[in-house]
């Protein structure tokens, strides 16, 4: 199986608060703070596996905090398409940087924004802030594709049916409402509705020309490699399963 993306990870001081957030599944020292740092640790050993597996795109993203607190954000980037000219290049962050860093934002080939509510209360409880981030404003000024990431736990599922009506007032186009790894409770999402395929045995619905996926993390099959903070390049989509970080824990007595 191809590889279906490479991860570069950011870690550091965040904007928001997710009592999710990734970074607190992995060991400390895969969350070295790399906010200021250019080049990145081992970042041409990256460049050299990518192209090696001729990985076409690329993701920057993070384990504790968002990439667009990264300082050097769009030189990193031109000098990734530099080196990777057939490389498509996305930013996943939770938004609140985008209409400030605009044009940082629209330099990338598309965008993947976290975002699970349109309510300041619902959004204190899942990210941290109620500070819920304008996500009509950022479409109406993104000249990228933008996709909505609505991650699915006790505090918005209720509200799912408005969310996806909201969503699709303000002219979102792809919606993936992600189930968290690890999570034993059975959402009922869009039960009423038959998908319309499956991508990486995920199903994708059409609501109304929407396009809505459920994306469960722990039966997907998707392949990535990840540069990691510390410049540990790992082989594994599920971050905490990187082998490198599971053999120093299992060493560990605990």
């Not at 992995?26 to 070295?32: H, I, S, Y």
């Not at 703070?33 to 050299?48: K, S, V």
């Not at 802030?129 to 990228?144: A, F, G, N, T, W």
Request: glycine share 4%; aromatic share 10%.
């Amino acid at each position: 199986m191809s590889h279906d993306f490479a991860n570069i990870l950011f870690a550091g001081p965040c904007n928001r608060f997710c009592p999710f957030c990734i970074g607190k599944e992995l060991p400390d020292r895969a969350n070295e703070e790399n906010l200021n740092l250019y080049p990145l640790r081992n970042q041409d050993a990256f460049i050299r596996e990518v192209q090696r597996l001729d990985i076409r795109e690329i993701v920057m993203t993070g384990t504790t905090t968002d990439p667009q607190l990264y300082r050097h954000e769009e030189r990193l980037l031109s000098e990734m398409r530099r080196q990777l000219p057939h490389a498509r290049f996305s930013v996943h962050t939770n938004g609140v940087l985008a209409l400030r860093k605009l044009e940082a934002f629209n330099s990338y080939d598309r965008a993947c924004i976290s975002f699970p509510s349109f309510r300041s209360d619902t959004y204190e409880k899942m990210m941290g802030s109620r500070i819920v981030p304008d996500l009509r404003s950022i479409l109406r000024e993104s000249r990228i594709p933008v996709k909505v990431s609505c991650v699915i736990n006790e505090h918005n599922v209720h509200e799912l049916d408005d969310f996806i009506l909201e969503a699709h007032s303000i002219g979102v186009r792809r919606l993936v409402l992600r189930k968290l790894f690890g999570e034993t409770r059975t959402w009922d999402v869009l039960k009423d509705r038959i998908p319309e395929s499956h991508y990486r045995d995920n199903p994708v619905y059409n609501v109304d020309g929407m396009e809505v996926t459920y994306w469960d993390f722990d039966r997907t099959t998707s392949k990535s490699i990840n540069l990691f903070p510390d410049g540990t390049i790992g082989p594994s989509y599920l971050l905490a399963a990187t082998p490198a970080f599971m053999a120093r824990s299992s060493a560990i007595p605990g």
